[in-house]
């Protein structure tokens, strides 16, 4: 044991020296956890643990043990990291300052991997490369995890492709496209060349089906590899998404942003295209239709317009009960707009009127009923001819309360005529009559002339005159049917 150390609780106030060299050479184009796993075992060594272990490491970075040895061995390609020991596994880091001074002084030593290195170079012929591309290549091992072997192919691909110089960056971005698509043996590559040589004849078809007779460009090859892997559209589907660029100028930015829409529906083959676009069409001309029936004729629907067709589709409402809430709104409205629209419709709902059929029952209902008020209007003296919503929830009084036939509401009526207020006298004749449990036109008339008998023969006073006209609130509060469609005016 040593006779002077430190206290075992200063390594929480002390600080790492990290070069900056390192944060502007190294961390800045490396995986952040790799950054973190070099900082802590950079702290480690400055402070270290008496027992130490890859799954102990691997636990404090909240790492698995795969990734920590991945995170080492990408280290050591970049010199900053060596392998020390195997079993146990043991490594030595230094400083970014240390290889620096490491390399001033033997600037031929290779800290990377000679052989893949050399066989690299030898895919690529008399092609320079710098510090810079043989970092990226690395990389691709390193980071992205492609075997060498892969590596090298992807490269002599790359070099057939461009029948010369090999961009780095296009091979950096085949190398990701590679990486994702969990490319790992020769057989692999073998697949995705195929699938890159089908690729370019689709491609090809397509911007010939656009009009463009020509090679494409590495950015519509992007364009296209993006619309396929990223967003899950089938070849098919996007040569179907062709027939919406003839509303405009047919090029791949211009169905990149159709596709863009599309993507957002959920629309990745061309059945769930064909069908996503023939609802778009038919909620388009509901729209359309309702606009006119509004008196807005030509208006080009607006999001919002749109918004609430789909909505109402969505709930279930067919198209005729739609367009009946639109005459009914429009009827009483000069501007109205789809809210009212909308409001009318529920309105109907909450009143158990759900379709096209249950309105125009009702509406059929309700001028039968009409006709009918019109003849007690003309029984009765009074002076009116269109029937309100008050009308008809008095007729509904009389005949489902007072249980009075059509009948005996004519009689009633024509009891009623020359009173000051006719309504009010049929309804309390009818109650009345209700009350003595009088259902049929004999019984009612023989009432009725006992009841002038009466009154003839004993003077009415002012008081009574009054209570047999008069008709109270509490009487009209009992109308329990509310109209259920604003129809006044059909006949």
């Excluded at 061995?73 to 990291?81: A, Q």
């Excluded at 970092?135 to 992807?154: F, H, R, S």
Aim: hydrophobic fraction near 40%.
């Amino acid at each position: 044991m040593a006779i002077v150390q430190f206290d075992d609780s200063i390594a929480m106030n002390d600080a790492t020296p990290v070069d900056n060299l390192f944060i502007s050479e190294y961390m800045l184009r490396a995986p952040g956890d790799y950054v973190k796993a070099y900082l802590y075992a950079l702290m480690l060594c400055h402070h270290p643990r008496e027992r130490q272990s890859m799954e102990a490491l691997a636990k404090d970075l909240d790492m698995n043990s795969e990734e920590l040895e991945k995170a080492f061995r990408y280290w050591i390609r970049e010199g900053l990291v060596r392998q020390t020991g195997d079993n146990p596994v043991c490594y030595a880091v230094l400083t970014a300052s240390q290889v620096a001074f490491n390399r001033a002084m033997n600037p031929g030593e290779q800290v990377y991997n000679r052989r893949f290195t050399e066989e690299v170079q030898r895919v690529l012929g008399k092609q320079v490369l710098s510090f810079q591309d043989l970092q990226k290549i690395y990389d691709w091992v390193d980071v992205l995890d492609l075997p060498e072997e892969v590596v090298i192919m992807l490269l002599q691909n790359e070099r057939k492709a461009s029948k010369g110089r090999v961009s780095i960056s296009i091979a950096d971005s085949r190398a990701k496209e590679w990486a994702k698509a969990g490319v790992r043996t020769v057989e692999d590559v073998e697949k995705m060349i195929i699938l890159g040589k089908e690729r370019e004849r689709e491609l090809q078809k397509l911007l010939t089906r656009l009009g463009q007779r020509r090679l494409p460009s590495l950015d519509e090859k992007e364009l296209y590899r993006k619309w396929l892997d990223d967003w899950g559209f089938t070849p098919e589907a996007v040569q179907e998404a062709c027939r919406e660029t003839t509303k405009g100028t047919p090029t791949m930015a211009y169905l990149d942003g159709i596709l863009m829409r599309q993507h957002q529906m959920g629309w990745h083959d061309v059945k769930a295209m064909k069908q996503g676009m023939s609802e778009q069409r038919t909620v388009r001309e509901l729209a359309k239709q309702v606009l006119q029936g509004l008196g807005r004729a030509g208006s080009v629907p607006s999001d919002d317009d749109i918004g609430y067709v789909i909505e109402w589709q969505e709930k279930g409402y067919e198209d005729a009960f739609v367009l009946y809430a639109v005459r009914a709104v429009h009827r009483r409205l000069n501007h109205a707009g789809l809210d009212e629209v909308d409001s009318q419709l529920s309105r109907w709902v909450e009143k158990g009127l759900g379709s096209a059929a249950a309105v125009q029952q009702e509406a059929e209902r309700t001028r039968e009923r009409n006709q009918f008020l019109r003849g007690v209007f003309e029984k009765a003296s009074v002076d009116k001819q269109r029937p309100s919503e008050n009308d008809r929830n008095t007729l509904s009084r009389w005949e489902n309360e007072y249980g009075m036939s059509r009948d005996l509401i004519l009689l009633a009526a024509e009891y009623a005529s020359g009173r000051p207020s006719p309504m009010d006298a049929m309804n309390i004749i009818l109650k009345d009559w209700a009350a003595k449990g009088i259902h049929n036109a004999d019984a009612a008339r023989a009432e009725h002339n006992q009841h002038v008998q009466a009154q003839t023969q004993k003077p009415q006073t002012k008081a009574a005159q009054e209570e047999f006209i008069r008709h109270t609130d509490e009487e009209w509060d009992r109308a329990s049917l509310a109209a259920v469609v604003d129809l006044d005016g059909e006949d």
